[in-house]
């Protein structure tokens, strides 16, 4: 399997406080990806990387920021957690991103619960 | 608005028979398809695409059907295996794009 690790693989958390969800690569790929799935709604983008220090908005973004410093590590803060964003996360690497026709590489998720 | 359908949440065949998972896109602009597969308390893996230029791609027991007029297409799983239960999720992308993903699949196969 793609060297995709994520961490915690569980938390909970209290509303109001921070948390950092980290995903750690060590493919050495471009893209990188957070998508959170919840029942009804699938997999959603919340945002992606598609280099050091460049990142990008996906459609569910609002409460959440990412920081890309280093090549292998995505990181994913949600400022002040809410229970709407009680959910499991998961993190995707691409080598090629949109020019792949083979897709993403995804971890084996986050899962956070809001309390 | 959702781009990519897939219309039923849940699926449930017997062993040996066929499994048809069916998703409805409306961006005419998606140039690439693919079907992801995710087991419980795992990350989804991928598992066949199709270009938009070809009407089929098979891969062993699978294989995806592209209906461009209709703007749909679908997974057959033959013959099915309880191996093959988990959730299935079709994704679409643009040229160059993210990938977008429908909500999922639950194929059950009975033994």
């Known amino acids: 399997d793609a060297g995709i690790t994520q961490s915690p693989r569980h938390k909970v958390t209290e509303t109001g406080t921070p948390v950092t969800l980290r995903c750690h690569q060590t493919e050495n790929h471009r893209y990188m990806y957070w998508y959170r799935q919840d029942p009804g709604h699938g997999l959603r983008l919340i945002h992606y990387?598609?280099?050091?220090?460049?990142?990008d908005k996906g459609e569910v973004s609002d409460g959440y920021s990412v920081s890309r410093s280093k090549t292998e590590d995505f990181l994913l803060t949600l400022e002040s957690a809410t229970s709407s964003q009680t959910s499991v996360y998961f993190c995707a690497i691409s080598e090629l991103g949109g020019r792949a026709n083979y897709g993403y590489t995804f971890g084996s998720g986050t899962r956070l619960t809001v309390v | 608005d959702q781009q990519v359908k897939q219309n039923s949440p849940s699926l449930s065949v017997q062993e040996g028979r066929i499994s048809i998972l069916n998703c409805d896109y409306t961006n005419s602009m998606f140039d690439y398809f693919l079907w992801y597969k995710k087991y419980p308390a795992e990350g989804p893996t991928f598992l066949i695409s199709?270009?938009?230029?070809?009407d089929k791609n098979e891969d062993g027991r699978f294989t995806v059907f592209l209906n461009k007029s209709a703007k749909h297409l679908s997974l057959h799983i033959v013959p099915s295996q309880p191996g093959d239960s988990a959730v299935y999720f079709c994704?679409?992308?643009?040229?160059?794009?993210?990938?977008?993903f429908g909500k999922g699949t639950k194929l059950s196969v009975k033994p």
């Open positions: 994704a679409a992308r643009r040229s160059q794009g993210n990938l977008i």
């Open positions: 990387s598609y280099g050091v220090k460049d990142t």
């Open positions: 199709i270009s938009s230029i070809k």
